[in-house]
């Protein structure tokens, strides 16, 4: 039901910073809660950070807690990822998704209803 598009990924050394975009398209934007997941080569798709579409409650995950923050402008249809003292072990693949639900946030992937098409960061040591 909604399209959505992130960028913002790249090469970065341990202790950068970086800022990833999602774009989404839809009246219904505003109301969905969304949320990044990342997935490093051989493992599963796990949940980074997430915020509800309604009330805007904010989950991030404990491996990130501190260094990452989430944040939305539904003015903007857009949802940033803000991360700050990346690490080698943050290098994944990251994705932007949505859930039709705004009074849920999911940690489960399987739960997601639609997905971005991902957007590569790597953290050098």
């Known amino acids: 039901q909604v399209q959505l598009v992130e960028s913002g990924g790249g090469l970065v050394q341990a202790g950068d910073s970086l800022t990833l975009s999602c774009v989404g398209s839809?009246?219904?934007?505003?109301?969905?809660?969304l949320g990044w997941f990342r997935q490093a080569p051989g493992k599963e798709r796990v949940f980074v950070a997430g915020i509800k579409g309604i009330g805007d409650s904010i989950l991030v995950a404990d491996p990130v807690k501190g260094r990452f923050t989430i944040s939305r402008d539904n003015a903007k249809n857009t949802m940033w990822l803000q991360m700050s003292s990346l690490k080698p072990e943050d290098t994944a693949t990251y994705y932007c998704?949505?859930?039709?639900?705004?009074?849920?946030?999911?940690?489960?992937?399987?739960?997601?209803?639609?997905w971005g098409q991902g957007t590569q960061v790597t953290v050098s040591s």
């Open positions: 839809g009246r219904t934007f505003s109301r969905y809660t």
């Open positions: 998704a949505y859930q039709t639900s705004g009074m849920d946030l999911y940690t489960n992937a399987a739960y997601l209803a639609g």
